[in-house]
């Protein structure tokens, strides 16, 4: 049976034995499964593949959304100094999206290799919950510095984990490209080899 | 007397990109060949940019297969063809946070950042919002968003609020809210150093991609004279992006030759331009008293 190629592609990146911290990933990029997107057997079944591709997506962008938020405000309160912008309402959202991407994580059922991607998003809300727990603390008298290079620290972590979990062709990217400011809606006019 | 060299430097570019993405309502209009570019400002003693493009590590192998962006070059190779290094950038100022403006801050080690508060917090907001709204927070890379956090540990992240002048001797920075980014802006040059200048350079970032988005067919709305056609793609408004581009051709006196888009192949006719042994243009918008041309 001829299992979905995208599925193949994740499939082929998540059982590479690579930690996500792993300099090999790093220098090679978020798009590197696409190098190694060789059609294998696999025993999972394509519709299997399929559901965890779709189920991974939706908490991968999850995972992008609160990476990205949760960065923004981070730097608001580092240059501006302003603690007050932790009494707005988006740290308290951001938990609450949270805790449905680790519910929707808890529910993805993953064949075979494909629980090490697993375990990558899981990682990746793991450290994403402990940059949002550090944040809240950083309003503190004491020690409330610290609780931002923590907050920062982690929320760094948990970019590169993710980006180690990204794979263009499962449409698992750091970048939603579709109405890019130089290359929205551009249809492909080269394929790969059309670079130097 | 000048106090500044300017030059608009290509690191990569697509061939055949759609017209209507670069003029607002221009569909079935064909190809344009559309370069990725970013500004270099000497003088003074300070050398500056005005973005810093993408990271071809991260985003060149999806844009090359999808999209057909050819020809990347590090910052250092399209730097040193001016005889410049990054690590000679004292200073960056980021028109808006799309990757390919603000996604290669790594390769600019000593250099302080200039941005858009609005620009970091809006895109913060859209970040937040349910994933039907997701077209609001295209083409931002929340990894640019994380490394600008890292800039602003190191102390190296300027968040501006709106206009600012002189920042550095004769530079000032105008924002464009609401317009082609939350946070958009620009950065006048005045060159000759005076408040009410005569000789000054306006670099757009993207809200102005080409000349007809200065001076675009009039015909569309039945009137012979160009008219301001703004770019397509806007978070904001197009509204928005026509003020600005009024304000900016208010500066240079609507000489419009002085507002640079970065974006434009055909600034190459317009100033002098030579193309590199790596196939990528140098455009000198202008030389800052006593410096070498690097174009002849």
Known sequence: MRADAAGRALFERAVTIHREDCA???????????????????SAAPEALVAYRLGAAAVFDTL??????????????????????????????????????????????APGALGAHKARLARAQRLVGESLSAFARCGEVSGGAAALAEASERIATAYQV???????????????????????????????GGRP | MSDYSIWVLEYSYVT???????????????????????????????????????????????????????????????????????????????THAHFDHFGNVEDFPKATFYIQEREIAKWTWAMALPDRMRWMMTAVDPGDIVRGLDLARQRRLVTVDGARADVLPGIDLHAAF????????????????KA??????????????????????????????PIYVPVGLAVGSQTNLVLATEEMMKQVGYESRRVIPIHEERLRDRFPSRITEEGLRITEICLADGEPSRVA
């Open chain 2, 178 to 193: 609401d317009s082609h980014t939350y946070g958009s802006m620009w950065v006048t040059v005045r060159n000759d150093g």
């Open chain 2, 16 to 94: 055949d990109y759609h017209k209507s993405g670069v003029l607002y309502g221009a569909h079935n209009q064909g190809y344009v060949k559309l370069p990725y570019c970013y500004a270099l400002i000497k003088g003074k003693g300070r050398t500056a940019m005005v973005d810093v493009g993408y990271n071809d590590k991260d985003y060149g192998k999806v844009l090359g297969d999808r999209f057909g962006v050819e020809n990347w070059r590090s910052p250092k190779v399209v730097l040193g063809s001016i005889g410049l290094d990054p690590a000679d950038v004292d200073t960056v100022f980021i």
């Open chain 1, 24 to 42: 090999a990933v790093a220098g090679s990029g978020g798009f590197a499964a696409s190098d190694a997107a060789v059609p294998m057997e696999t």
């Open chain 1, 162 to 192: 993710l980006r180690a979990a990204s794979d263009v062709e499962a449409g698992l990217t750091m970048v939603d490209f579709r109405q890019a400011c130089c290359t929205c809606a551009s249809a492909p006019t080269r394929v790969a």
């Open chain 1, 64 to 109: 992008r959304c609160l990476i990205g938020q949760i960065s923004g405000l981070l730097i608001l309160v580092e240059v501006s100094g302003r603690r007050d912008i932790l009494d707005l309402p988006d740290l308290g959202l951001a938990g609450e999206r949270l805790a449905t991407a680790e519910a929707a994580i808890a529910g993805l059922p």
């Open chain 2, 196 to 225: 009410a200048s005569s000789d000054t350079w306006v670099l757009a970032g993207d809200l102005v991609y080409v000349f007809e988005n200065i001076e675009g067919p009039g015909g569309a709305v039945d009137v012979a004279d």
